[in-house]
């Protein structure tokens, strides 16, 4: 069965970090985009980056642009996100897709073929 499995997560304090880890079984992502979402309490899930699949475009929301670094490892099948500089209202679960064919144009959900289960991240004191 194709799926992405996450990692990574957890409870940090305002400016701390951490690295989110999307790993895909039962194909190779080679050629998909891979875009990280995120849907915080009583909010609409949003795009945070993407990633190409040959790595040669990248992007990111404004809201995160700066403190966040997507990054992919072909070879382990796997994509990261590198969060830094971490703040409150980055509070949320967490999930990687993945795009056939994708050119990280957009974040239509629609256009993503496989989801990561997601991951808690939440920022406080």
């Known amino acids: 069965q194709a799926h992405l499995v996450q990692s990574g997560g957890g409870l940090v304090q305002p400016g701390g970090s951490l690295r989110l880890s999307c790993e895909a079984f039962?194909?190779?992502?080679?050629?998909?985009?891979i875009a990280w979402f995120r849907q915080a309490p009583a909010k609409e899930r949003e795009g945070v980056s993407c990633?190409?699949?040959?790595?040669?475009?990248?992007n990111y929301a404004d809201s995160v642009k700066g403190r966040f670094t997507i990054s992919r490892d072909n070879a382990k099948n796997t994509v990261f996100l590198q969060m830094n500089s971490l703040k409150p209202e980055d509070t949320a679960v967490y999930f990687c897709?993945?795009?056939?064919?994708?050119?990280?144009?957009?974040?239509?959900?629609?256009?993503?073929?496989?989801w990561g289960q997601g991951t808690q991240v939440t920022v406080s004191k």
């Open positions: 039962g194909f190779t992502l080679d050629n998909y985009a």
């Open positions: 990633i190409t699949s040959s790595a040669s475009d990248t």
């Open positions: 897709a993945a795009a056939y064919g994708h050119n990280c144009s957009d974040y239509d959900p629609y256009a993503y073929h496989y």
